[in-house]
């Protein structure tokens, strides 16, 4: 289950995050509302269980951090039952924002497009998908092709049920579509996600927060994969600083500002715009780092 593999990465992720809350018996008849109690043959035979940013780790251990460093506020959890057929077993997010429904959901993309909500995946019984701020999580606990069918009319009726349709953060149409791995977007505020995707360096050098949004495309030249990165800081001097943070402990032997050969012979190269920090990780030559970094400035104009 996509929740169980996250849970290495979640083990490093710090907490500390505010908590929002006690959920109340309203906030839960309006997440149930969202979803079916039947579908297909299966029935939610037992109460729904109701979790926030504090009593999720009861729910989901370790992973609950990842959950959290993307801002959610509650999760409403559903067990469906039939006889002779594997439990299904359903996991509704409500989260602050739906660029943050947007950014969990980029946290795992692996698998088919399930065409359901605003982007989804399908791989071995597991059904993701986001909406509105709504994240989703369906998953067969064994994969029949009966519960297949299940998960994927129950995705249906969970994605209708979600009148808001959401909109991915701004920053991510920055990232050029040319040369772009499929599904080779991420979406986070921290450092630690980073990692999990790019591993950059154990310390912040970054400076990111939850106060930041990052957007992380992969690119493929020759064979060869590249990173850009886009970070987004709430105020112009926090974007210097973390210029200066970075190309400090990052490139300390750049013989020109903003642009260094690591040790793998790639070039890593990195400008600011206004309020974003722009980097290119393991280019395979000096210009074509430049040009990067250029055409993505082009784009924040």
Same mark, same amino acid.
Request: charge should be negative; proline fraction near 3%; glycine fraction near 6%.
């Given at each position: 289950?996509?929740?169980?593999?996250?849970?290495?990465?979640?083990?490093?992720?710090?907490?500390?995050?505010?908590?929002?809350?006690?959920?109340?018996?309203?906030?839960?008849? %309006?997440?149930?509302?969202?979803?079916?109690?039947?579908?297909?043959?299966?029935?939610?035979?037992?109460?729904?269980?109701?979790?926030? *940013?504090?009593?999720?780790?009861?729910? %989901?251990?370790?992973?609950?951090?990842?959950?959290?460093?993307?801002?959610?506020?509650?999760?409403?959890?559903?067990?469906?039952?039939?006889?002779?057929? *594997?439990?299904?077993?359903?996991?509704?997010?409500?989260?602050?924002?739906?660029?943050?429904?947007? #950014?969990?959901?980029?946290?795992?993309?692996?698998?088919?497009?399930?065409?359901?909500?605003?982007?989804?995946?399908?791989? #071995?019984?597991?059904?993701?998908?986001?909406?509105?701020?709504?994240?989703?999580?369906?998953?067969?606990?064994?994969?029949?092709?009966?519960?297949?069918?299940?998960?994927?009319?129950?995705?249906?009726?969970?994605?209708?049920? %979600?009148?808001?349709?959401?909109?991915? *953060?701004?920053?991510?149409?920055?990232?050029?579509?040319?040369?772009?791995?499929?599904?080779?977007?991420?979406?986070?505020?921290?450092?630690?996600?980073?990692?999990?995707?790019?591993?950059?360096?154990?310390?912040?050098?970054?400076?990111?927060?939850?106060?930041?949004?990052?957007?992380?495309?992969?690119?493929?030249?020759?064979?060869?994969?590249?990173?850009?990165?886009?970070?987004?800081?709430?105020?112009?001097?926090?974007?210097?600083?973390?210029?200066?943070?970075?190309?400090?402990?990052?490139?300390?032997?750049?013989?020109?500002?903003?642009?260094?050969?690591?040790?793998?012979?790639?070039?890593?190269?990195?400008?600011?715009?206004?309020?974003?920090?722009?980097?290119?990780?393991?280019? *395979?030559?000096?210009?074509?780092?430049?040009?990067?970094?250029?055409?993505?400035?082009?784009? %924040?104009?």
């Amino acid at each position: 289950m996509k929740r169980l593999c996250w849970i290495l990465i979640c083990l490093f992720l710090i907490g500390g995050m505010s908590s929002m809350g006690a959920c109340s018996n309203d906030q839960k008849v %309006i997440l149930g509302g969202l979803m079916p109690r039947e579908i297909n043959g299966w029935v939610a035979r037992e109460k729904d269980e109701l979790y926030d *940013p504090e009593t999720i780790f009861d729910y %989901i251990n370790g992973a609950g951090e990842v959950y959290r460093s993307y801002n959610f506020k509650q999760l409403l959890a559903r067990r469906f039952s039939k006889e002779g057929q *594997p439990d299904l077993v359903a996991d509704l997010f409500e989260m602050t924002s739906s660029r943050d429904a947007f #950014g969990v959901f980029t946290h795992d993309l692996e698998g088919d497009d399930a065409g359901v909500g605003r982007g989804s995946t399908y791989k #071995g019984g597991l059904l993701s998908f986001w909406k509105g701020r709504f994240f989703v999580s369906l998953y067969a606990e064994e994969e029949t092709e009966e519960a297949k069918k299940a998960l994927f009319a129950l995705s249906q009726k969970v994605a209708s049920s %979600i009148e808001e349709e959401g909109e991915k *953060p701004d920053i991510v149409s920055f990232l050029p579509e040319e040369a772009r791995v499929r599904k080779g977007v991420h979406y986070f505020h921290n450092h630690l996600i980073l990692n999990y995707h790019f591993y950059v360096s154990d310390e912040n050098i970054l400076l990111l927060n939850q106060e930041t949004e990052a957007a992380l495309g992969t690119y493929r030249e020759k064979n060869e994969k590249l990173y850009l990165l886009l970070v987004r800081y709430p105020e112009k001097s926090k974007t210097s600083q973390a210029y200066q943070s970075f190309t400090k402990v990052y490139m300390p032997d750049a013989k020109e500002a903003g642009i260094v050969q690591t040790e793998d012979e790639k070039w890593t190269a990195s400008r600011v715009k206004d309020d974003i920090l722009v980097i290119v990780f393991n280019a *395979p030559s000096a210009d074509f780092a430049k040009r990067m970094i250029e055409h993505v400035l082009k784009r %924040i104009d």
